[in-house]
């Protein structure tokens, strides 16, 4: 009996049964999509580091500034497991060209040239192999690097190296997971033995550029950093794994951007859903009554409508089921390169949460169904009534309003089933108000205001030279000169201008029993009041420092403590003056006074040089000049302005910005679905009405116009209701992330007025206009003698 009742009544009321199977395929597809990426994402950096074997500690270390006996010392670590080393020459992009001139290795880090002999941990190349060894005459090099600089397969490639040139050509990427993060972003270029022999055998060479990279597997990390020690002092970079996790916070800031969107399409289904299986049942008044009067009891009633329920959400979650992994890879695709999602229970995860989904419809079908047992035979009779009331207080009133009827009616639905059209605008707002948050991120990342963030003096223009030269006993001397000729220069050729240049350390620092390797800061060319502080005054004078927050707490010093930092030339106190943020290292780092002396062999990289034109020049001169710099200086690499240069440091910002594109695409399409389908079940519903109103005269372009109105009402209360949250949502999940990098203060985030007060409220108001007028052409087929029709 139950199976040819199912069978009637799927053919009778066929458009809400197709409606409902719709969102049922749709909430299956994204709840198992939304799964899959929130287990693939939460897991997916574990999974990567153990699937590169990479060391419990990493070590870079430089001939030129390493005197410690590595061997001797790893060899006596009780706590040292085991330990491998990779043999390095570390270049920078000055030593490297291209065939197409317009590709640069351009990088502020120093890049790594090393040989297939000593692979110390596993290389995944593209094609998901592991790399074993490279021929003669070809290299292989980090794949997030290879894509920015856009080589392809079988590119020729020159390296310039203590008077060795060499020409290689391109055989494809590998995945670096210790050095090869956004946060990092540590080129590697892999030759043969063979042909890195060619530049070691070169004069000095091995002795200037040569180092070794360190790994380090060890049974107690605390005691084995202590046994170590002297190597940790001497090392150009160090890293445990938990650090080397921490420098994917740039890359898991886009992951964790695709979390939230599938936490967003999972409340959408979710909500939806919900709403449309409580909206059906509700429609059933008149069968209910029927199956009531014929005696059949409320635990049959009931088991009636779950067996119709099981049928649709078994079909919708199988249906939902396949769509998802498309759908789940699409999602995917906007992870940076540089890290590897691999989740290899994708089909079991997807296959559970279509379970799952199947079981919540027969939850939310069992809950809506509890509202049979006050239904009565007598409901069959009065539609669904339970009496009548001829006059129902309202917040507006007919006599009172002066809108159009179309209008009136279509608010006048809304604030009578605020339930019922509050689902959707809720809907409506979780994907706006992600677009709006997506949209003040990016406009914030390239506005170029972000460069206090970073700890380094405000600047017009930005170039990379060669700086590495300067990394010599006597460098600062050097780099003084260097940029004094550059102002004398630029002055000559009418652009008046301060040139400053960064220049970044990575020495112990300790205060009492408290000692930690940190990044050491001193600007050239700068004053210590350019930078801006958070607490305390700016180093007035040599013997004065300042701490990040996150280098103070782990010291735990404060403004007036002394620290002690360890250098080649002996110890050096400083006094504490001053506390800022950086976003630069995650967040670790010390200021020194510009006059401290520092013997500049430790240097271990730089940030690009920074141009501050003194006459204030407008946006276009400063176009203008940054091609007159290029032109003057064809050695510099990458001349960009502000934005463009803090849109380099934070790294990810065009792949937000992917996301951003395709949030907006998955915003209209649920838009319209969304009102499609909802706006079909209301025709359904309303067909009694509807023809009434034929019945006395109403127009068809008025039924249109009404039944389009709601939906721009609601589009409206989304709008103004997701600009009013835009910036505190922002906040609210934004700012946990910037602090990850090291930020302390909440950003002053900066909009773009034309994406969030036109562009992205007109893909709400556009889609749900259209389609719900399109849809409200179907009212046309209802005439005045369907007013009899209560079905």
Do not use: W
């Given at each position: ?482 940029l004094s000729d550059m102002e004398e220069n630029l002055a000559r050729n009418g652009m008046p201008a301060r040139c400053m240049q960064e220049i970044m350390f990575k020495l112990p620092v300790s205060h009492g029993e408290n000692e930690s390797s940190v990044i050491i800061y001193q600007g050239t060319g700068t004053t210590a009041d350019m930078y801006e502080y958070i607490e305390g005054t700016p180093p007035q004078s040599v013997g004065e420092a300042a701490l990040t927050s996150l280098s103070a707490d782990r010291l735990k010093v404060d403004i007036g403590d002394t620290i002690t930092i360890k250098t080649i030339d002996g110890d050096k106190e400083l006094i504490i003056t001053a506390i800022f943020q950086s976003m630069s290292n995650m967040g670790e780092g ?94 359904v519903k309303e067909q009694g009405e509807i023809a009434l109103m034929k019945a006395i005269g109403t127009r068809n372009g008025k039924i249109y116009a009404y039944h389009t109105l709601r939906f721009v009402f609601v589009g409206c209360m989304t709008v103004i209701a997701a600009e009013l949250f835009a910036l505190p949502l922002t906040h609210l999940f934004i700012d946990p992330i910037f602090r990850m990098m090291g930020s302390v203060r909440a950003l002053d985030y900066l909009i773009n007025p034309f994406e969030m007060f036109l562009a992205f409220p007109l893909v709400i108001l556009a889609a749900t206009a259209a389609s719900a007028f399109l849809t409200s052409l179907y009212t046309k087929t209802i005439t005045a003698l369907d007013t009899a029709n209560i079905?």
């Amino acid at each position: 009996m139950y199976l040819q009742i199912l069978k009637k009544d799927l053919k009778r009321k066929k458009a809400m049964n197709v409606i409902l199977l719709v969102f049922i395929i749709l909430a299956s597809m994204f709840v198992s999509s939304g799964v899959n990426n929130i287990i693939s994402v939460t897991t997916a950096l574990d999974d990567y580091l153990e699937m590169a074997d990479a060391p419990d500690y990493l070590a870079m270390t430089m001939n030129k500034s390493c005197a410690a006996d590595r061997d001797g010392i790893l060899n006596s670590a009780a706590s040292v497991e085991s330990f491998s080393k990779e043999k390095i020459l570390c270049m920078t992009s000055d030593n490297i060209t291209f065939e197409d001139e317009s590709k640069t290795a351009s990088s502020i880090n120093p890049i790594l040239l090393q040989s297939d002999e000593d692979i110390s941990m596993n290389y995944i190349l593209d094609d998901g192999g592991i790399l074993q060894s490279v021929k003669s005459g070809e290299f292989y090099m980090t794949a997030g690097a290879a894509e920015d600089i856009g080589l392809a397969i079988g590119d020729k490639m020159t390296v310039k190296l203590g008077g060795v040139s060499c020409v290689f050509t391109f055989a494809g990427g590998v995945k670096d997971a210790v050095l090869g993060s956004t946060g990092l972003s540590i080129q590697r270029y892999f030759i043969s033995a063979g042909d890195i022999e060619n530049f070691i055998s070169a004069e000095n060479v091995e002795q200037f550029y040569g180092g070794e990279l360190i790994y380090i597997r060890a049974s107690d990390m605390e005691k084995m950093i202590s046994e170590i020690k002297p190597v940790i002092d001497n090392a150009f970079f160090s890293a445990d794994k938990a650090t080397l996790k921490l420098s994917y916070v740039f890359d898991m800031m886009v992951v964790g951007l695709l979390l939230v969107v599938s936490l967003v399409l999972v409340a959408v289904a979710l909500v939806i859903l919900r709403f449309t299986i409580a909206f059906t049942l509700s429609e059933e008044f008149r069968e209910i009554g029927v199956m009531k009067a014929i005696g059949l009891r409320n635990l049959k009633i009931r088991g009636l409508y779950l067996v119709k329920y099981v049928a649709l959400s078994v079909i919708g979650a199988a249906a939902g089921l396949a769509l998802s992994f498309p759908f789940s890879e699409l999602l995917v695709s906007v992870v940076p390169s540089s890290i590897i999602i691999n989740n290899q229970n994708a089909a079991f995860s997807n296959v559970i949460c279509a379970v799952c989904m199947v079981g919540v419809i027969m939850l939310f079908c069992y809950g809506c169904t509890g509202k049979v047992g006050k239904m009565s035979p007598i409901d069959a009779v009065r539609n669904g009534q339970t009496g009548e009331r001829f006059r129902k207080k309202s917040m507006i009133s007919l006599g009172k309003s002066k809108l159009p009827a179309a209008s009136f009616l279509a608010l006048n639905d809304i604030v009578s089933s605020p339930k019922r059209f509050g689902i959707i605008t809720f809907a409506f707002f979780l994907c706006l108000s992600l677009l709006l948050i997506l949209s003040t991120t990016v406009s914030t990342a390239k506005s170029g205001t972000l460069f206090n963030v970073f700890g380094i003096a405000d600047f017009d223009i930005s170039a990379k030279g060669e700086v590495m030269e300067l990394m010599t006993e006597n460098g600062h001397e050097k780099l003084k000169e260097y940029l004094s000729d550059m102002e004398e220069n630029l002055a000559r050729n009418g652009m008046p201008a301060r040139c400053m240049q960064e220049i970044m350390f990575k020495l112990p620092v300790s205060h009492g029993e408290n000692e930690s390797s940190v990044i050491i800061y001193q600007g050239t060319g700068t004053t210590a009041d350019m930078y801006e502080y958070i607490e305390g005054t700016p180093p007035q004078s040599v013997g004065e420092a300042a701490l990040t927050s996150l280098s103070a707490d782990r010291l735990k010093v404060d403004i007036g403590d002394t620290i002690t930092i360890k250098t080649i030339d002996g110890d050096k106190e400083l006094i504490i003056t001053a506390i800022f943020q950086s976003m630069s290292n995650m967040g670790e780092g010390v200021r020194l006074h510009e006059d401290e002396e520092i013997n500049y062999i430790q240097a271990q990289s730089a940030y690009f040089t920074q141009i501050k034109f003194t006459d204030a020049p407008d946006q276009k001169e400063t176009a203008r000049r940054m091609e007159k710099i290029q032109k003057l200086y064809p050695e510099l690499d990458d001349v960009s302005n502000r934005a463009e240069s803090i849109s380099y440091l934070l790294k990810v910002v065009d792949t937000i910005d992917t996301v951003k594109q395709m949030v907006v695409v998955l915003t209209f399409i649920l838009a319209v679905l969304i009102t499609v389908l909802m706006e079909r079940s209301f025709i359904v519903k309303e067909q009694g009405e509807i023809a009434l109103m034929k019945a006395i005269g109403t127009r068809n372009g008025k039924i249109y116009a009404y039944h389009t109105l709601r939906f721009v009402f609601v589009g409206c209360m989304t709008v103004i209701a997701a600009e009013l949250f835009a910036l505190p949502l922002t906040h609210l999940f934004i700012d946990p992330i910037f602090r990850m990098m090291g930020s302390v203060r909440a950003l002053d985030y900066l909009i773009n007025p034309f994406e969030m007060f036109l562009a992205f409220p007109l893909v709400i108001l556009a889609a749900t206009a259209a389609s719900a007028f399109l849809t409200s052409l179907y009212t046309k087929t209802i005439t005045a003698l369907d007013t009899a029709n209560i079905e």
